[in-house]
């Protein structure tokens, strides 16, 4: 049960770090080039969390 804890914690840590990247790597595009990918701003973290966050 430990492990699983520890495992679930590691998985989680990773995917936060993905999350904080491609936050960034968006915020940086402008917004024709977030428009091209289909995504408005304002949904930048909304969907980046559903990336790397899936229903588990």
Same mark, same amino acid.
């Given at each position: 049960?430990?492990?699983?804890?520890?495992?679930?914690?590691?998985?989680? +840590?990773?995917?936060?770090?993905?999350?904080?990247?491609?936050?960034?790597? +968006?915020?940086?595009?402008?917004?024709?080039?977030?428009?091209?990918?289909?995504?408005?701003?304002?949904?930048?973290?909304?969907?980046?969390?559903?990336?790397?966050?899936?229903?588990?």
């Amino acid at each position: 049960m430990a492990f699983d804890l520890l495992t679930g914690f590691v998985r989680d +840590l990773r995917a936060s770090r993905k999350v904080a990247g491609e936050i960034t790597r +968006l915020n940086h595009m402008s917004d024709v080039q977030l428009a091209d990918l289909g995504i408005h701003r304002s949904e930048i973290t909304s969907r980046a969390f559903a990336r790397h966050f899936k229903q588990r």
